[in-house]
């Protein structure tokens, strides 16, 4: 039950992600900057996750100075993804960020491997390819063109893709015991000082009574930074970091239906197909473990 629940989690702290390019990208379209919207977002996050923190008095048993360290650390590559994924985002299309972001999967999959020791398994080798093969045709990046395209733009998006998967990575193995809630509120504070700090130059610039940055803001960060982290803490320890990574991948089918519905963009059947593609790599790879587990059970009773 355990696993099946952290299953859930995972994919609708993925799948919340998967909003933010809309957020982002309206942002741009209003003139914002990159640190404006990073800061302001982090600030909501900061203020929202804190505030429900301590009103549900939440606990704040098992903390130490170790893992606060940790979680500060683990915080701010939530805080590095955005800066990176949004700033990929001001130079490509989205659909060539989200591209580059999904990178993460085999990142992360590497991470595991060499950080844990966890080998994996023929059928997650097959799902890996499956996913990037979906991942490519969803993105649209066959019907569009790489000439021209600042090179800047694909440093940021690869860039991205190494902070998410560290974030994930982390995510399942720093302070799982620790209260979800105040988990969730010191990663963010960690992003904050880390985005603060990157983009001091901007805060006297900030229109603080511009009420279409705090909304386009609130969106970024309510997406970005406060329910992934979260439903991570919740549940990314309760499934392997390989399994972790798989199921981030629902982002992607949540950008490119959201773009279509939110944002009316045209979206190809073969965009669809990529989709549908990691949907089933995701299943696929699902089923494959559970039937590998049942008979290395077996084998051993």
């Not at 003139?31 to 929202?48: A, E, P, R």
């Not at 600042?150 to 998006?157: C, D, E």
Request: glycine residues 10%.
């Amino acid at each position: 039950m355990g696993r099946k629940r952290g299953i859930i989690f995972v994919l609708i702290g993925a799948g919340s992600f998967g909003f933010t390019p809309i957020f982002a990208k309206l942002g741009f379209s209003y003139g914002y900057t990159l640190g404006q919207i990073n800061i302001i977002q982090m600030l909501i996050s900061f203020v929202f996750l804190w505030g429900i923190a301590l009103a549900k008095g939440a606990s704040f048993r098992g903390l130490n100075r170790k893992n606060i360290k940790q979680i500060l650390i683990t915080g701010s590559f939530v805080g590095l993804t955005s800066i990176f994924y949004y700033g990929s985002m001001q130079y490509l299309p989205a659909s060539l960020a989200i591209i580059l972001l999904f990178q993460f999967v085999w990142i992360g999959i590497l991470l595991e491997w060499i950080f844990s020791k966890i080998k994996p398994t023929f059928m997650t080798f097959l799902a890996i390819v499956l996913i990037l093969t979906g991942v490519f045709l969803a993105s649209n990046i066959l019907h569009g063109s790489l000439d021209r395209l600042p090179a800047m733009g694909f440093v940021f998006g690869i860039l991205s893709a190494f902070t998410y998967a560290g974030f994930i990575y982390s995510s399942g193995k720093v302070a799982v015991d620790v209260d979800p809630w105040v988990r969730s509120s010191i990663m963010v504070t960690g992003s904050a000082v880390l985005v603060s700090l990157i983009f001091i130059r901007d805060i006297p610039s900030i229109p603080v009574t511009d009420g279409h940055l705090w909304l386009v803001c609130a969106g970024v960060a309510l997406f970005g930074a406060v329910l992934p982290p979260l439903f991570f803490a919740l549940g990314a320890h309760l499934v392997s970091g390989g399994l972790a990574n798989i199921l981030s991948s629902i982002e992607l089918p949540v950008a490119i239906t959201s773009a279509g519905i939110i944002l009316h963009e045209t979206i190809t059947a073969v965009q669809w197909v990529g989709t549908i593609l990691i949907i089933g790599a995701i299943i696929l790879n699902e089923l494959g473990n559970i039937r590998f587990h049942r008979k290395e059970k077996h084998a051993k009773s």
